[in-house]
């Protein structure tokens, strides 16, 4: 491969000045908040679901998730609600991201529409045109399926939605049936 391939590559482009901007509003507005906030210090125990590092080999016959924790810790946090039986990946960078879609394997993006909203349908557009054997799931606290049934036609449109809180059934239930497309159509 010549060194001029490399910009070829699909990759995910965001507006990083655009997201400062939010961020910076963002975090004037939690500076305002006068609520004391508690974060756990989780323990990894024998039930919760593997986390594989970027890059690693997924095992045969499990569907790649790609847990996409930007400017966030909220899946590294809840990771023990996720089910079994999927190979996740945690990216924290659109670094790790684009490494993660640069693969030809089918796989689900989840990304937490909560934590930047524009930054998550942005990414969602990107990977809907740019990636096809990657889908998106996106979770939030307040997705009704009407809300998810509109947003799905939109160019930011995901495969699926969930809404908080997370369960594990429930979620296996909604990977379930993204990676089933995956089937009718590779």
């Not at 394997?105 to 990636?131: G, P, T």
């Amino acid at each position: 491969m010549s060194p001029g391939d490399e910009d070829d590559k699909p990759t995910v482009v965001l507006d990083l000045n655009a997201l400062k901007k939010q961020k910076l509003a963002e975090e004037e507005k939690l500076s305002n908040i006068e609520e004391d906030i508690q974060f756990d210090v989780l323990e990894k125990t024998d039930n919760e679901p593997t986390i594989t590092s970027v890059g690693a080999l997924p095992q045969k016959d499990q569907v790649k998730v790609v847990l996409f924790d930007f400017e966030s810790q909220f899946f590294r946090k809840s990771i023990s609600n996720f089910p079994h039986g999927f190979d996740y990946i945690m990216a924290t960078s659109l670094e790790e991201l684009n490494n993660c879609l640069r693969g030809k394997e089918n796989q689900i993006v989840v990304m937490n529409y909560d934590v930047n909203a524009k930054a998550v349908n942005q990414l969602s557009a990107q990977i809907r045109n740019k990636f096809p054997h990657s889908r998106v799931l996106i979770i939030a606290k307040a997705i009704s399926p009407e809300k998810a049934k509109i947003h799905a036609q939109t160019p930011a449109g995901a495969s699926g939605y969930y809404q908080l809180p997370l369960e594990a059934e429930k979620i296996r239930k909604e990977l379930e049936k993204i990676s089933s497309g995956f089937r009718k159509v590779g």
